[in-house]
């Protein structure tokens, strides 16, 4: 004799429950909602997937930005608002938790002596995140990275200060917060063989 299963479509309670976050908004517009309960990193959540329940339907919007305390995101359809009781849920596409962000790609560079390597300093794209630095330079000399927060730069010596010998490649790491930017020094001018930098969020750290 057969058997049937009737299949239940997931319901907008069911679709929420999987998601990385959720909450319940304090105030809210078309384009903002506002949750005094979060403590969020700055912009962190950038490009991450907003799900609204208004009126027992289910919208979808990109964030865009977001404070501690509010997201920012595509604009919802004229007359549509998130407001105060507003349920809300968050999903991280995979590609921002597990796919690291390229930010530096150099080679073959000439490098002056205790002169920035970089034309523009790094800055993060999701903070707070770590820095993969992969580097090799044809001549022996310290390598050194220039954070600057504010107006406060600080140098940080790789390799215990010691000079990273010639030709061979070396692999750090740095913790970067938001705020922080970022470049490179080496003590001895060189041919710079190779600089990658990497963003590594935090899913693979």
């Given at each position: ?6 299949q239940?479509?997931?319901t ?10 959720q ?14 309960k979060?403590?969020?990193e700055?912009?962190?959540l ?34 549509v ?13 995979l ?27 790094l800055?993060?794209?999701n903070a ?12 022996a000399?310290v ?7 504010g107006?406060?730069?600080q ?7 010691g ?22 020094q080496?003590?001895?001018g ?16």
């Amino acid at each position: 004799m057969p058997r049937y299963f009737l299949q239940m479509e997931p319901t907008i309670e069911d679709i929420m429950l999987a998601a990385d976050d959720q909450g319940t908004a304090t105030k809210g517009s078309e384009t903002t909602l506002e949750d005094q309960k979060r403590d969020w990193e700055e912009n962190l959540l950038a490009g991450a997937t907003l799900m609204l329940s208004i009126d027992r339907v289910l919208y979808l919007r990109k964030v865009t930005s977001n404070t501690n305390t509010k997201l920012t995101f595509n604009t919802l359809p004229g007359g549509v608002k998130a407001k105060r009781g507003t349920r809300w849920a968050l999903k991280q596409g995979l590609k921002t938790q597990f796919t690291p962000i390229e930010k530096a790609n150099e080679h073959n560079k000439s490098v002056t002596a205790d002169t920035d390597i970089l034309s523009t300093a790094l800055t993060p794209t999701n903070a707070p995140c770590l820095f993969r630095i992969m580097v090799c330079l044809d001549t022996a000399g310290v390598f050194s990275a220039m954070i600057t927060k504010g107006s406060s730069a600080q140098q940080l010596k790789f390799n215990s200060a010691g000079n990273l010998v010639a030709d061979a490649a070396y692999l750090f790491d740095i913790l970067v917060h938001s705020g922080d930017s970022v470049n490179f020094q080496h003590s001895a001018g060189a041919t710079l063989k190779v600089l990658r930098v990497q963003e590594i969020v935090s899913a693979t750290q």
